[in-house]
């Protein structure tokens, strides 16, 4: 009745990577190269999307197609230029972050998604206007591939009243009710049962609603680390139970700030948590934008049919620290140099123009587009003005009546110094 | 003078006095409940009816508020119907779900169970099995998929089995619930209601026990209000649901089964008044939820011994109406506040001193108020009546404040 197609998989091969209950000294470093991963089905490859919710391992998908012919492509040329425009963008904006952080024009924790952007580019592209995204604090580069303007949240990120969030969130609170990207959030793990939620909503408003065709997807990206706390699990377990149209992506970089995955979780192979709770787990190599879109499709696909959740565990790296603060002293070198020969972006250049889907001087158009953008971006946001004494109030409450009555009778915030900004409720 | 407060430590047990016409309902075990109905009067006479037949008109309780004129049920032409508190909130409840059809509850044992209080029974029949939502035991996260429900067009009613379990979904309702609206610049709205029973109730131990208005009332962006009759209760579970503000209801787990005759038409109420329920002119006492029915009893003596108390029910718990609450002390000068909440941090602290920032010219006298002792609630019935403020030390505290 339920999915067990992972009841399938098999153990990968490279069982000594994980550490079987020895400790481990501070200064170890155990090598978690998955890349290398195998993950065999024991049933054939179904491919037929109707016939059943079976997700195939990717990297064999992959191989197999390149195999047959070299005409089979996983994408068209229009769709690899948007792919690749996405991930430059990510880049170059959070690049730019960096530089602009380091100039004094945002402050607080900033939280860069250097060399993970296949996976936010693999999935997000892949939704439609009306799917929601929630994300972590890691988040500027999930509302940027969900379609948000790259000028509102380089504002937001200034802190200036243009901002996406007005300035009132900052780094870890992107939101954008016209994008659906419903946060941004500061604690890990918080955002999970919001985007349990907004699953709800869709399942909710099909359901009851009778909206027949609404079948918005939600997807919701957080860490390794999240994958230990309790909401996580919680939420496996309720969207599983009712099925719900939401896909959990684990972005897992194996790092949460300083604690290395493999010394925080019993059983790192995250994947491997979605079938305890009846809904197939799947790793994929989160370094290659193509492996992750063909999952994501399958998982998007399947929500969508109404045959409930997925849980996508994406190998990835990040080239930064934790965030703009972090030292980053102790991952070893030798791991960042490993992943960063597996730039998603450089990878995707080179299939394209492997294959004859563009050219050399294409991409760089697309770059030096892109690069324009984000310039324009901080032009906009240096431009715009910080938030007026007046907006302090105004959001507290999407009903300010909410700030109750005052000792003359009247509502608070029918007070003029209310809307100035000055009132003390 | 802080001292007040603390030297009221006598307590003259409920059981042992005079008032061998009323007892509380509580005073009873549940199970005692099967035996007839329980009827508390506006002025809290306690009578037990063992017949289904109802009371008298005269049960009628002038709800006047004080300012806005809201509607009361004394201006009414229609008969109006006699429910219990309860169902009253069920009543609310499903004429909301009937009204618009984004209202969906979800809960632990709300669905086929009917609620552990019996405030959804039926409603999932009626309704279905996704509107009245039963959910694992996940506070936290069945929390957080209201607010996210909420935040793309539901309007969640999230009940907490106890207030107590809400304990577990603090990050929810912190960050998220009270949050959101204002991190996302205003475009998203959490219209969601977290409501459940807290409260002392009959020794349900320490963890059931818990008054958890005085955790909550720090978080910017929430509404919080107390009901404590039948007619509130139905007003202000319909007001927290047209609210596009999150309102958390606190119910009482001793007060479900009170009575009364509630009007027959469609009545709300509003979130950010008070409601007065004896004006007088010696005295000023606020108080909430449960506390309202002790002042009550104290009143009747005090009535007796000449004191006139003017009884206001706060009701709105974040934020204070100033206005109901300022014109009495106005009138008054002195002020008792009766409080379930435990001394420190709670609710009457906060009171305490929005009255003393507001209003201190006009006070004759130290405000006094009248909280919870700082004590786990034992298990033992003796030692729960002394954590709780009793009559006895309402009348001493009146006394006190009117020398």
């Known amino acids: 009745m339920m999915s067990l197609s992972a009841a399938k998989f098999v153990e990968p091969l490279s069982l000594h990577h994980r550490s079987n209950g020895s400790p481990m000294s501070f200064n170890a470093f155990t090598p978690f190269l998955g890349s290398t991963r195998k993950l065999r089905l024991i049933a054939p490859i179904k491919l037929n999307p109707r016939s059943s919710s079976t997700v195939v391992s990717v990297s064999d998908l992959v191989k197999d197609q390149k195999r047959k012919s070299t005409t089979n492509l996983l994408i068209t040329k229009e769709e690899g230029l948007v792919l690749y425009e996405d991930m430059v963008l990510g880049r170059s904006f959070e690049d730019m972050c960096a530089q602009m952080y380091y100039r004094g024009k945002m402050f607080g924790f900033v939280h860069l998604y250097n060399g993970q952007e296949a996976v936010s580019t693999g999935f997000i592209k892949l939704l439609k206007k009306e799917d929601s995204v929630v994300s972590t604090y890691r988040d500027h580069v999930h509302a940027l591939s969900k379609g948000v303007p790259a000028r509102a949240v380089m504002s937001e990120l200034f802190g200036k009243a243009t901002g996406c969030s007005r300035g009132q969130g900052g780094s870890m609170h992107m939101f954008s009710k016209e994008h659906n990207v419903i946060g941004g959030f500061a604690f890990i793990a918080e955002g999970i049962p919001v985007a349990t939620g907004a699953a709800f909503s869709s399942k909710y408003r099909r359901e009851v609603l009778k909206e027949a065709d609404c079948d918005h997807v939600t997807l919701a990206f957080f860490g390794d680390g999240t994958c230990n706390n309790g909401q996580f699990y919680e939420c496996l377990n309720m969207a599983a139970l009712w099925k719900l149209p939401i896909v959990f992506v684990v972005e897992n970089n194996l790092w949460a700030i300083g604690m290395s995955h493999l010394r925080s979780t019993s059983d790192p192979q995250i994947w491997k948590k979605g079938p305890a709770f009846g809904m197939p787990g799947i790793h994929v190599d989160g370094m290659d934008v193509l492996k992750v879109r063909q999952v994501a499709k399958e998982a998007v696909d399947r929500a969508r049919r109404g045959e409930g959740p997925t849980l996508v565990e994406c190998e990835t790296y990040r080239f930064r620290g934790h965030s703009l603060a972090d030292p980053d002293e102790l991952r070893d070198p030798a791991e960042k140099a490993h992943y960063a020969g597996r730039d998603p972006i450089s990878a995707l250049k080179k299939y394209m123009i492997e294959n004859k889907l563009a050219s050399e001087q294409e991409l760089k158009t697309i770059e030096k587009k892109i690069e324009e953008v984000v310039e324009e971006a901080v032009e906009f946001a240096d431009a715009s003005p910080y938030p007026p004494r007046s907006q302090l109030l105004e959001n507290v409450f999407a009903d300010p009546k909410g700030f109750g009555i005052g000792p003359d009778g009247k509502y608070r915030c029918e007070d003029p110094k209310f809307t100035e900004g000055t009132a003390h409720v | ?403």
Not at chain 2, 37 to 46: E, H, K, L, N, T
Not at chain 2, 118 to 129: C, R
């Open chain 2, 1 to 403: 003078m802080a001292t007040l407060c603390q030297g009221l430590g006598v307590v003259i047990p409920l059981s042992s006095s005079n008032s061998s016409n009323f007892r509380l309902p509580s005073r009873r075990s549940i199970s005692a409940w099967k035996d007839g109905i329980f009827v508390v009067r506006s002025d809290a006479r306690v009578s037990q009816v063992l017949k289904t037949g109802g009371p008298n008109h005269e049960l009628l309780i002038p709800n006047a508020v004080a300012t806005k004129g809201g509607s009361s049920v004394a201006s009414t032409s229609k008969p109006g119907h006699e429910l219990l508190l309860f169902e009253a909130l069920r009543e609310g409840l499903e004429e909301e779900m009937e009204r618009d059809p984004c209202v969906c509850v979800m809960g632990e044992d709300v669905g086929h169970y009917g609620g552990s209080y019996k405030v959804t029974k039926g409603l999932a029949t009626k309704f279905g099995d996704l509107r009245v939502l039963d959910t694992p035991i996940a506070e936290n996260s069945f929390t957080g998929m209201g607010i996210g429900a909420a935040m793309t067009g539901l309007r969640p009613v999230v009940e907490g089995m106890n207030m107590g379990f809400l304990l577990l979904a603090f990050n929810q309702i912190s960050n998220n619930c009270g949050m959101l609206h204002y991190t996302s610049g205003g475009q998203f709205k959490i219209p969601i209601v977290i409501r459940g029973p807290g409260g002392v109730g009959r020794q349900l131990g320490a963890e059931h026990s818990q008054r958890l208005e005085s955790y909550f009332q720090s978080i910017p962006g929430i509404q919080m209000v107390a009901c404590s009759t039948p007619y509130n209760a139905k007003g202000l579970m319909k007001a927290a649901i047209r609210s596009e503000n999150p309102v958390i209801l606190f119910e009482h787990v001793l007060l479900y089964n009170l009575k009364e005759r509630i009007p027959d038409e469609e009545y709300v109420l509003s979130l950010e008044e008070a409601e007065m329920v004896r004006p007088g002119e010696h005295v000023t006492i606020l108080t909430y939820s449960r506390m309202r029915y002790h002042v009550m009893q104290a009143a009747k003596t005090l009535v007796n011994k000449g004191y006139d108390p003017e009884v206001i029910d706060i009701r709105s718990l974040k934020p204070f109406d100033l206005y109901t609450i300022g014109n009495s002390v106005k009138k008054t000068h002195r002020v008792l506040i009766v409080e379930e909440c435990m001394r420190t941090g709670g609710i009457g602290a906060s009171l305490t001193a929005a009255i003393t920032e507001n209003f201190h010219d006009y006070l004759d006298a130290p405000i006094v108020c009248l909280s919870s002792q700082d004590v786990p609630t034992p298990y033992a019935g003796t030692l729960e009546e002394w954590t709780v403020v009793q009559p006895a030390q309402i009348v001493t505290a009146v006394e006190q404040l009117c020398q």
